[in-house]
């Protein structure tokens, strides 16, 4: 007797809204790992993934964002909170979102033990075949897993929360665990999270000292925070050298556009800039080294982040890259871009 039409903004988990979650991982994850990917193959099996998802429309309430802390309890009693994305969708989902949450860690005798649970309670509406429910299970782990690992992109990555960052290696664990038996149906998609996995795998285990490189914009989101814990390193002002944005021909590009990086290149004002500030970093990167550091942070700022503090952040990175062994993680604030260079 619910009116799903009264759902918002969609009534239902449809092939668009399917498609909303596995791009938001693509642009906001994915894209800013630097893991490299044929996006057309990518999005072949994208789009078969999302009809199989919408194939399981079981015709039931699904909440969308079930987990612990949408769940509070007042007189010993559960109530629910933040259900308003919720619309018609597989009864599979909400309890992946519960389960496989990132920062819940339970046990998989619990976890087991749950799902008994829930099955035996919603087979006093449904019938449901419990081999074929497991099967379709996984999928809709897949799917979840890819949603949130966006959201952990958009709002750790780009945005700067903390607090979505610290979520992002449990989540990338969840679907370590669900590759250990390949994704055969959709080949191209396994290849790349595999990959992905080992990158981020590989992130997490180096113990040398990692440079973080940022283009930013004064006039928006302003001067980084330095997320390692440390604070400090060096912020830059590039907004001395003349600006290529004052011109129509460069308004639309970047610092990563040939045509820009042409025009700095004849500016003797930006080499001079950028041999003073590759000086100052050289002699904190070797004395870092060491002592055994893990942690600097480099910043470009100009006006909008978008032509000069890019090209600087560029520069910057390759500098070190080519003169030291160590890592690098290029931030381009607002043009959203985010890449890590491993050490040779």
């Given at each position: 007797g619910l009116?799903?039409?009264r759902?918002?903004p969609?009534?239902?988990m449809?092939k668009r809204?399917?498609?909303?979650?596995l791009?938001?991982?693509?642009?906001y994850?994915?894209?800013?790992s630097?893991?490299?990917?044929?996006?057309?193959?990518?999005?072949d099996?994208?789009?078969?993934?999302?009809?199989y998802?919408?194939?399981?429309?079981?015709?039931?309430?699904?909440y969308r964002?079930?987990?612990?802390?949408?769940?509070?309890?007042?007189?010993?009693?559960?109530?629910f909170?933040?259900f308003?994305?919720?619309?018609?969708?597989?009864?599979?989902?909400?309890?992946?979102?519960f389960l496989?949450?990132?920062?819940?860690?339970?046990?998989?005798?619990l976890r087991?033990?749950?799902?008994?649970?829930?099955?035996?309670?919603?087979?006093?509406?449904?019938a449901i075949?419990?081999r074929?429910f497991d099967?379709?299970?996984r999928y809709?782990?897949?799917?979840?897993?890819?949603q949130?690992?966006?959201?952990y992109?958009?709002?750790?990555r780009i945005?700067r929360?903390p607090?979505?960052?610290?979520?992002?290696?449990?989540?990338l664990?969840?679907?370590?665990?669900?590759?250990t038996?390949p994704l055969d149906e959709y080949a191209?998609?396994?290849?790349v999270?595999n990959?992905?996995?080992?990158e981020?795998?590989?992130?997490?285990?180096?113990d040398?000292l990692?440079v973080k490189v940022?283009?930013?914009?004064?006039?928006?989101?302003?001067?980084?925070?330095d997320?390692?814990?440390?604070?400090g390193g060096?912020?830059?002002?590039?907004?001395?050298?003349?600006?290529?944005?004052?011109?129509?021909?460069?308004?639309?590009?970047?610092g990563l556009?040939?045509?820009v990086?042409?025009?700095?290149e004849r500016e003797?004002?930006m080499?001079?800039?950028l041999?003073h500030?590759f000086?100052?970093?050289?002699a904190?990167?070797?004395?870092?080294i060491?002592?055994?550091?893990?942690h600097?942070?480099?910043?470009?700022g100009?006006t909008?982040?978008?032509?000069r503090?890019?090209?600087?952040?560029?520069r910057m990175?390759?500098h070190?890259?080519?003169k030291?062994?160590v890592?690098i993680?290029?931030d381009h604030i607002?043009?959203?871009?985010?890449k890590?260079i491993n050490?040779?």
């Open positions: 009116d799903f039409s759902c918002y969609v009534d239902s449809n809204a399917v498609m909303w979650d791009n938001y991982f693509k642009y994850f994915l894209k800013t630097g893991v490299e990917f044929d996006e057309d193959k990518l999005e099996d994208f789009d078969r993934l999302a009809s998802i919408v194939s399981l429309d079981t015709g039931t309430f699904m964002d079930f987990q612990s802390r949408n769940v509070m309890t007042l007189d010993g009693q559960p109530w909170i933040d308003q994305g919720g619309r018609r969708g597989p009864y599979h989902y909400d309890i992946v979102s496989w949450q990132a920062k819940a860690n339970f046990p998989d005798w087991e033990r749950l799902l008994d649970v829930y099955i035996e309670s919603a087979s006093r509406y449904i075949d419990r074929r099967e379709e299970l809709v782990r897949l799917l979840r897993i890819l949130v690992l966006g959201a992109g958009f709002r750790g945005e929360k607090h979505f960052l610290q979520s992002i290696p449990k989540a664990e969840n679907l370590r665990e669900l590759l038996e191209y998609l396994n290849s999270l990959k992905l996995v080992k981020e795998a590989t992130d997490e285990a180096y040398g990692t940022a283009s930013f914009g004064f006039r928006k989101h302003g001067i980084p925070e997320n390692s814990g440390n604070g060096f912020v830059f002002d590039c907004r001395a050298i003349h600006n290529p944005g004052r011109y129509d021909d460069y308004k639309s590009l970047t556009d040939r045509e990086i042409e025009f700095l003797d004002d080499h001079r800039f041999e500030a000086a100052l970093v050289d904190s990167v070797e004395r870092y060491k002592r055994g550091f893990q600097l942070m480099v910043s470009f100009c909008g982040g978008q032509h503090s890019v090209y600087s952040a560029e990175a390759r070190l890259h080519e030291y062994n890592r993680v290029v607002e043009q959203n871009v985010h890590v050490p040779k």
